[in-house]
């Protein structure tokens, strides 16, 4: 059963950054489309970044454009989410989630129902 554990969340002024990081263990598979998605209090998931499989598509959300980079270890087990500049609204809950392709794809989602793997959820604060 693949698994997925987040770290590199806490607290932070606006204008700071953060990294976090979410390491894959045991079953492995060849063809994964990551994500990281994330949720504040009365709001629904928001999808805000995504890679292809192939790694030929890279989507982000406008609300996090330009600040946010998302990215994966040349081995696939680990992704990063490296948050610069940040801002009060960005205050969530974040995820990172995973979704098996047949073979390298393009395919990316913003949808949380199309991703069968997760992390357990880690606490992003930014206030002043």
């Known amino acids: 059963q693949l698994q997925f554990v987040e770290s590199g969340g806490g607290s932070v002024q606006p204008g700071g950054s953060l990294r976090l990081s979410c390491a894959a263990s045991g079953s492995t598979f060849d063809y994964l489309a990551i994500a990281w998605f994330r949720q504040a209090p009365a709001k629904e998931r928001e999808g805000i970044s995504c890679?292809?499989?192939?790694?030929?598509?890279?989507y982000y959300a406008d609300s996090v454009k330009g600040r946010f980079t998302m990215s994966r270890d040349s081995a696939g087990n680990t992704m990063y989410l490296q948050m610069n500049n940040l801002k009060p609204d960005d205050t969530a809950t974040y995820y990172c989630a995973a979704q098996v392709t047949t073979g390298y794809s393009s395919w990316v989602s913003t949808n949380p129902n199309e991703y069968r793997y997760w992390g357990q959820g880690i606490p992003v604060t930014v206030s002043s």
């Open positions: 890679i292809s499989s192939n790694g030929g598509k890279i």
